[in-house]
């Protein structure tokens, strides 16, 4: 049992014209086995949360905590707070050229789970994983993310995170470039995860389609850097049906740079 | 995002990872103003006919010329020689030369196949021209195995002392070769390397500078490519207080093949300097160029320092020509500096296709946050991008030794600053 707790987090990002708050006091707390849609317009602040919690240098936490099973992740570097469990789905996977995908996943499994695996489990672990995403055998021997459409990076991503067995996952946009038949690849590859473990789900999105195929236990409505609203799934159907006008209105919101 | 560090000359200058630029704001075409170094480009082989280089000049105006101990300006004097052994096999598997077809002779300066790769274009190069008093010439006339390379060693004069080198590897007609030229060793040495490819030959050649910390060398390599010939060249600098190359490609016929392919790693206070000509005077004939270095300073000593020029000629008679050159740096630590100038002429539109690109960059924070994001500590995520960054030049070295030899050098040089 997990729980990853945001107390009155306050981010900001350095610009042209100096610091900009982003985040305004998130409160947010997801536990094992359960599954948190995030939901907000573009701007909202959504993906700051997500590269906030995972540490990325861009953003400066100003204050507040994230705790993970009461250890507090701030604290963590970048690759300490995988090993602590961590995961993020990111909306833009970074190519890294000349490192191979099987060198680099093999590298994380062995960071994340404190040994080398062996070897003849581990590649039959890799193979039955990708072959669960409908991902081509050949990509294990290409460069980390390079020349690969959207769908075949949302695709890694999932496959990640199917092999180093995070707690916790923050799922960014994993749906956004996505057409229909990836989009229902990649869930069954979140949702086959989710039965296999314990995980607790962060899944942050733009749209509400892809809740048609992972389903939230939880919504919340994120504006203007902070949690407006908070429900069951029948707060994406209303959101579907009004859009987010009606929080968009009681709160503002302005935009913000998404990280590339 | 990272920031472009620098930008230099015709090229642009980039983060590494981010997407090489294909067009060509440094292309001059028959209509534009002619600046270009080889409408200036003089050949001679006699030192007296070039001037005592200042410093200014377009060829020089890069290199520190007091590090040179007297090279450019006749001072220095042959008080040493070089060692040069020719083997089969590389590293600890190698053993005396064999095969028929292949020969080592040390000759005079009155044989009459010196020069056939090509002629000095500097004063330093002129000047080994002038003072060598035995070359070595190295002659294939058989199609060697891929699992026998040639390994030829050269050895500095020793430290304190000065050398003039000349050396011919020659390919004989339909001829083939894997090569290894290991430089290693002390003291200063001005050469010239000839690579004379015979008609259909051809040559894999891996030339390595590894050498000690006190040494200068400054080489001109002449490659002569005869007709439907083919030269794999993989130029790698790793040691060595200054290393100047000067790689020039004189197509003889048509249908030459050329991949130049290159690897530097400059540590503080070392100056290590590239400068091709890629000469297309005859049609249908292909070159790639691919050049990738790194660098790291030492916090307040002197800067490393690197200096490629990548200059392609195509003249109005080389109709056909398909030619692309890149070069890469990354910048590892501050106190470093690349320079990188990439010049692409083209005198007739009858091509297949050219183009060219550089990048310098700072380490790329984005890739190190992603590494790190899959719980790679720190030090293994930068050692992974380097070695990525690297992998493209080190996988198409054809002998496995040597390429184990130049990984661990890479990690060796990643030690030195805890990276």
Known sequence: MSTLEIRDLHVEVETESGPKEILRGVDLTVNSNETHAIMGPNGSGKSTLAYSIAGHPKYTVTKGQVLLDGEDVLEMAVDERARAGLFLAMQYPVEVPGVSMSNFLRSAATATRGEAPKVRHWVKEVKGAMSDLEIDPAFAERSVNEGFSGGEKKRHEVLQMSLLKPKIAVLDETDSGLDVDALRVVSKGVNEYKSQSDVGILLITHYTRILRYIAPDRVHVFVNGRVAASGGPELADELEENGYERFVGAFGADKEEQPA | MTQ?????????????????????????????????????????????????????????????????????????????????????????????????????????????????????????????????????????????????????????????????????????????????????????????????????????????????????????????????????????????????????????????????????????????????????????????????????????GTAAHTVWIGDVLIRKAAEGTDTYELNRNLLLTDNARADSVPNLEIETGEIVGAGHASATGRFDDEQLFYLMARGIPEAQARRLVVRGFFGEVIQKVRVPALRDRLEAAIEAELEVVGV
């Open chain 2, 4 to 300: 472009p560090v620098a930008q230099t000359g015709g090229g642009t200058t980039t983060a590494p990872g981010a997407p090489v630029l294909d067009v060509d704001p440094g292309i001059k075409t028959a209509g534009s103003p002619k600046l270009a170094p080889w409408e200036l480009r003089f050949t001679s082989y006699d030192v007296e006919a070039f001037e005592v280089p200042r410093g200014r000049e377009e060829q020089w105006r890069f290199t520190p010329l007091r590090r040179l101990h007297g090279l450019h300006d006749g001072s220095a004097s042959a008080d040493g020689r070089i060692e040069v052994s020719v083997r089969t096999g590389f590293g600890d598997a190698a053993g005396d030369l064999t095969g028929s077809g292949t020969r080592h002779e040390t000759v005079g300066r009155d044989d009459a196949r010196l020069g056939d790769g090509g002629i000095p274009a500097d004063r330093v190069a002129a000047q080994a021209w002038s003072s060598f008093t035995e070359a070595h010439v190295v002659t294939v006339n058989e199609a060697r195995s891929d699992d026998e390379p040639l390994t030829i060693t050269v050895g500095g004069p020793g430290a304190g002392a000065t050398a003039f080198a000349h050396l011919q590897l020659r390919l004989e007609h339909h001829a083939q070769a894997v090569v290894v030229l290991d430089h290693r060793g002390s003291g200063t040495v001005a050469a010239n390397t000839e690579f004379v490819v015979a008609d259909g030959a051809k040559l894999e050649v891996v030339e390595v500078h590894d050498w000690a910390d006190d040494a200068v060398y400054v080489g001109a390599q002449h490659l002569s490519v005869g007709r439907d010939a083919t030269i794999r060249h993989t130029s790698v600098t790793l040691g060595g207080d200054l290393v100047r190359l000067s790689p020039v490609i004189n197509y003889r016929a048509p249908g030459g093949d050329v991949e130049l392919d290159g690897l530097y790693f400059a540590d503080g206070g070392q100056h290590f300097e590239q400068r091709l000509l890629v000469d297309h005077s005859v049609p249908n004939c292909r070159s790639r160029v691919m050049y990738k270095g790194a660098l790291q300073g030492v916090e307040g």
